[in-house]
């Protein structure tokens, strides 16, 4: 049970509106100087080009076609149509440059930390611990990546609508009005739009009626569980949006083969990572140095996480929760935020292992609000109880805060380009077969032919199964004029893979090139039993069946790309018709 609680700040009450106004303010302007240098980014190679920068509906902008697009189907392995839908009004309203969408990105971010400021004031009453919570939560270094990178919008738009939900529940249990309990239904709705990390939400509201909204009552187990089903009940709408909404996404997952491509990992190796990063994020938080944007599953080129760290872990985290339990009576914040961490960070945290990743930056932009909510009301405590001049209190959090937004700031430098941030992450990481690969990609893009065949080749060298590699490979040959020497690579990706849509189109082109036209149209179907709306593998069939002679075939793939590509079907009509 987590009693609420009635203190406000070191040394007195909670400050007026006109200083709550001010903070909001301040606490804009921070996120603002940290991430101004934004705006001169370009768009990365890590997920941007299907995203945005090569995805032709977002291009469009905001359309009725695209809009059924978002709507309709799983995209890049989820479901998240207001995601994408922020996308295409970035592009309606200023085009497909990358400056505006990472502006943007951060101005979602900075509407966060106000937000956030809001929520915990409102319903804590706790003006200033609030406000360092918000400030730690807008210029922490292991935020950057969620606001530096175009394609975690996710994260940042569903946070905000995570954010309303919360602020909405707090009015609804001060003022039992059915209009804010649908409010805060309505946002969670739109937040699982957004991302569907948010199924967790219930039991965050859960949270919320112990601490500090006090709804817990009794001091024995069986009035706890007695509340606990009461409560659970009420918020049985939210159960069952999340229910469906993790449904959708194993089956968007499933469907996009969002499991991880390069080799099934174990239960065991699962587990222990995952034991491990529970305890590396907030390592990381205390000391965030050698962070990269990727960070290779150790399963993926050994045995994985040793015994003996991921038992240690464990323990470590049997310890902390038995010890925040102990304390819930009188210090009912580091429950609060301990179970507020460790809950959020369920379904990123790789007992469902989607990817090769280990761990990531983005996954804690929700989980570290706990970890500062604990952290900042246990030290102010502590400094009440010690009777610390809030002068000194004001000079300690005012140095923290410079030294993670100069920290920040850097971490978010290394998101100028895909050069840059690919090779930081070799810089900090060892065995990073996925930063090779990005900075092949990279380099193939800037007609750096032998620097992107070495990384590549590295990739493939640190894991022989990676098929984006093999496939990255391919590309660079074919770049070069050697389509012969293209075609192996292809093969070995398509061994690896059989259902890699792009090694599949780009096989195609290559024998293609070669004049093989019918096994290059044959590849060409295929990749379209993949994809059946590509535009530009319909405009290469059509290519493909006109060398080969079939006019009706290139005709046929004609009127099919006169729907999906009005510009590239004139291309292609003009070839038909010299």
């Not at 954010?163 to 699982?192: D, I, K, N, P």
């Not at 159960?239 to 491509?261: K, M």
């Not at 529970?278 to 996480?305: D, E, I, K, M």
């Not at 007992?351 to 604990?374: E, K, N, S």
Request: hydrophobic share 50%; charged share 15%.
């Amino acid at each position: 049970m987590l009693p609420a609680s009635t203190r406000n700040e070191v040394g007195g009450g909670p400050p007026g509106r006109r200083t709550a106004v001010a903070i909001c303010a301040g606490l804009a302007l921070l996120v603002a100087l940290v991430y101004w240098q934004v705006h001169r980014f370009d768009f990365v190679n890590f997920d941007d080009p299907e995203y945005v920068s090569r995805n032709r509906w977002v291009l469009q902008g905001l359309t009725w076609d695209g809009i059924a697009w978002a709507f309709t189907g799983f995209r890049v392995s989820n479901w998240h149509p207001l995601t994408w839908l922020s996308h295409m009004l970035d592009v309606q309203l200023f085009g497909p440059t990358p400056g505006a969408h990472h502006v943007v990105s951060a101005a979602f971010h900075g509407l966060n930390t106000v937000l956030l400021f809001a929520l915990l004031r409102g319903a804590t009453g706790a003006t200033w611990r609030s406000a360092f919570v918000a400030a730690l939560f807008g210029i922490h270094p292991l935020h950057v990546e969620s606001v530096a990178w175009v394609s975690e919008r996710k994260d940042l738009l569903s946070t905000l609508f995570l954010l309303l939900t919360l602020q909405a529940w707090v009015g609804f249990v001060r003022g039992r009005r059915a209009g804010l309990y649908l409010a805060a239904l309505g946002f969670f709705a739109l937040g699982l739009m957004s991302k569907p990390m948010l199924v967790t939400t219930p039991f965050l509201l859960l949270l919320l009626d112990a601490w500090p909204l006090g709804r817990f009552s009794g001091t024995g187990v069986r009035p706890f569980f007695r509340t606990m089903g009461r409560l659970a009940v009420e918020k049985a709408p939210f159960f069952l949006l999340a229910a469906a909404a993790s449904a959708v996404t194993w089956l968007a997952q499933s469907a996009g083969g969002g499991e991880s491509a390069v080799s099934p990992v174990a239960l065991w190796p699962r587990v222990a990572n995952a034991l491990v990063s529970y305890v590396r994020y907030p390592a990381f938080t205390v000391w965030p140095q050698g962070l990269a944007s990727f960070y290779p599953h150790p399963a993926t080129t050994g045995p994985g996480t040793p015994v003996l760290p991921a038992l240690g872990a464990a323990s470590l985290l049997a310890l902390v929760t038995v010890w925040v339990v102990r304390e819930r009576t009188t210090r009912p914040y580091l429950a609060w935020g301990w179970l507020w961490y460790v809950g959020t960070l369920v379904p990123v945290i790789g007992f469902l292992q989607v990817g090769g990743q280990a761990m990531a930056d983005r996954y804690t932009y929700v989980p570290l609000i706990g970890i500062f909510v604990a952290a900042v009301w246990g030290l102010a405590d502590l400094a009440e109880a010690r009777r610390t001049p809030r002068l000194v209190m004001a000079l300690v959090a005012s140095a923290v805060v410079a030294l993670f937004g100069a920290i920040s700031w850097r971490q978010a430098g290394f998101w100028r380009d895909s050069v840059t941030l690919h090779q930081r992450s070799l810089d900090v990481t060892a065995s990073n077969w996925k930063a090779s690969q990005g900075l092949c990609d990279a380099l193939l893009d800037l007609g750096r032919f032998g620097e992107a065949t070495a990384a590549c080749e590295q990739a493939i060298r640190i894991l022989p199964v990676y098929p984006e590699a093999w496939q990255t490979l391919g590309v660079v040959r074919a770049r070069m004029g050697k389509p012969d020497e293209a075609i192996p690579f292809f093969r070995k990706a398509l061994a690896l893979r059989p259902d890699y849509f792009n090694a599949l189109r780009n096989l195609g082109s290559a024998v293609g090139n070669l004049g093989d036209y019918e096994q290059a149209s044959g590849y060409f179907r295929q990749a379209l039993r993949l994809r059946p709306d590509d535009a530009e593998t319909w405009g290469y069939l059509g290519l493909a069946r006109l060398r080969a002679g079939d006019r009706d075939g290139a005709t046929m793939a004609y009127r099919r790309l006169q729907a999906l590509d009005p510009s590239r079907a004139e291309a292609l009509r003009r070839t038909l018709d010299p």
